[in-house]
T-cell receptor, first 111, second 113 residues
Framework: GIQVEQSPPDLILQEGANSTLRCNFS?????LQWFHQNPWGQLINLFY???GTKQNGRLSATTVATERYSLLYISSSQTTDSGVYFC?????????????FGKGTLLTVNP | DSGVTQTPKHLITATGQRVTLRCSPR?????VYWYQQSLDQGLQFLIQ???????AKGNILERFSAQQFPDLHSELNLSSLELGDSALYFC????????????FGSGTQLSVL
């Protein structure tokens, strides 16, 4: 199946800093989503971004499908940004909708 | 609030027992997905239903089964439970069969003692 690798695995920031999280995938995809799992375990959908660039407040994401990677940018980080960020993809041409998740990036934002 | 409702939030049971997890999708969503999250396996896709029919199967054990009812709610049945089944079980929903944004419920934390 498709492989999804996220980096870095862990990231510690001071409040106000910027960060870039990366997601590499091993095959063509027609669906890519970024999720934030907060410390209470809730999975929140941040972006549906199989290609191109999107922005939502302090967060933005870019997917370069031809080069098989996606980036999640967090600017002016806040303590509430802490948690695990997951990238998840669906392989193109597959017969079913199976969202494969990476192992995530654990982000800690300190005050 | 994602609009996806899962019950119960927590479940503690013993090995060998059977439990049922329930999920109500967002209003209007026809697809329901079940995922299992554990420390060693991460987030694993179990099964997908679309409008009452099984659509895709992932790493779901034979001891586990699911169904989607006419009102579109879904249940995940876990039987002959083992210690290793302890995990966070998520339900998610989307409007269509594929290529859609997924919305996750808050999960059911299952502890098998």
């Amino acid at each position: 199946g498709i492989q999804v690798e996220q980096s870095p695995p862990d990231l510690i920031l001071q409040e106000g800093a910027n960060s870039t999280l990366r997601c590499n995938f091993s095959d063509s995809v027609n669906n890519l989503q970024w999720f934030h799992q907060n410390p209470w375990g809730q999975l929140i959908n941040l972006f549906y971004i199989p290609s191109g660039t999107k922005q939502n407040g302090r967060l933005s994401a870019t997917t370069v499908a031809t080069e098989r990677y996606s980036l999640l940018y967090i600017s002016s980080s806040q303590t509430t940004d802490s948690g695990v960020y997951f990238c998840a993809v669906v392989r193109s041409g597959g017969s079913n909708y199976k969202l494969t998740f990476g192992k995530g990036t654990l982000l800690t934002v300190n005050p | 609030d994602s609009g996806v409702t899962q019950t119960p939030k927590h479940l503690i049971t013993a090995t060998g027992q059977r439990v049922t997890l329930r999920c109500s999708p967002r209003s209007g969503d026809l697809s329901v997905y079940w995922y299992q999250q554990s420390l060693d396996q991460g987030l694993q896709f179990l099964i997908q239903y679309y409008n009452g029919e099984e659509r895709a199967k992932g790493n779901i054990l034979e001891r586990f089964s699911a169904q989607q009812f006419p009102d579109l709610h879904s249940e995940l049945n876990l039987s002959s439970l083992e210690l290793g089944d302890s995990a966070l079980y998520f339900c998610a929903s989307s409007a269509a069969k594929r290529d859609e944004k997924l919305f996750f419920g808050s999960g059911t934390q299952l502890s098998v003692l």
